[in-house]
Each structure stands twice: as C-alpha cells, then as structure tokens.
Nanobody, 124 residues
Framework: QVQLVESGGGLVQAGGSLRLSCAAS????????MGWYRQPPGKQRELVAT???????NYADSVKGRFTISRDNAKNTVYLQMNSLKPEDTAVYYC??????????????????WGQGTLVTVSS
C-alpha cells in the first residue's frame, strides 16, 4: 500500500505565503508524476501543478508566476510553494502521485494515489 500525507495548509491573509508538503510512504520503487490539485468550495477539482520525475513542470494559468512545485525524489516528497495568495486560491488541496509499486504477487505497476487533502483558506 502507498499513502500520501499532506501538510502545511492553514489560514493566511491575501498576499501571504504558504508551503504545502506531501510525503509518499509504503512500498515504492519510484514515482513517475507528482502533482497538486485543488477543489474550491462548491466547485470541481482542478489541476494546480504537476512535476515529472525529471523535474519538468506544468502549471494552471491561474497560478503561474505565484506558485512553484518541486520534489525531492530521495524523500518521495513533493512541495508547493504558494506566494501572493488570493482569496480565490481558497480550496482543499490534494496531492497526487503515480508510484511504481507491488500490485500483488510478482506483479508491479503504476498506481494513481491521492492524499486526504489539506485546507487552504485565504482571507481578504
């Protein structure tokens, strides 16, 4: 089993910063893509940013220039540095990863795993 544990959410004023962390644990041989998604109140989950194992990144237009995604492959951890936060960034933020893991017996493959979510609230 692979688990993702997020941390770093909280309440911050507009213009402030927060850093989210997400650590993967369990039977992991490597992790392909990792990313952050968010679900604002009353809305659908949306992409925030992704990063490949080689470090290539992709961002939603709404966060470009304000958020930075990074990862530490040795620690199986992904980070999201959020600067210049706006009230519209308020959401539950979810970590996502694709670990190579044992699927049972002698079978190995990639799973898509989600974290439990961490709430980020930006006050105006």
């Amino acid at each position: 089993q692979v688990q993702l544990v997020e941390s770093g959410g909280g309440l911050v004023q507009a213009g402030g910063s927060l850093r989210l962390s997400c650590a993967a644990s369990g039977s992991i041989f490597s992790i392909k893509d990792m990313g952050w998604y968010r679900q604002p109140p009353g809305k659908q989950r949306e992409l925030v940013a992704t990063i490949t194992s080689g470090g290539s990144t992709n961002y939603a237009d709404s966060v470009k220039g304000r958020f930075t995604i990074s990862r530490d492959n040795a620690k199986n951890t992904v980070y999201l540095q959020m600067n210049s936060l706006k009230p519209e960034d308020t959401a539950v933020y979810y970590c996502n990863a694709e670990p190579l893991t044992n699927l049972g017996g002698s079978y190995y493959g990639y799973l898509e795993v989600w974290g439990q979510g961490t709430l980020v609230t930006v006050s105006s």
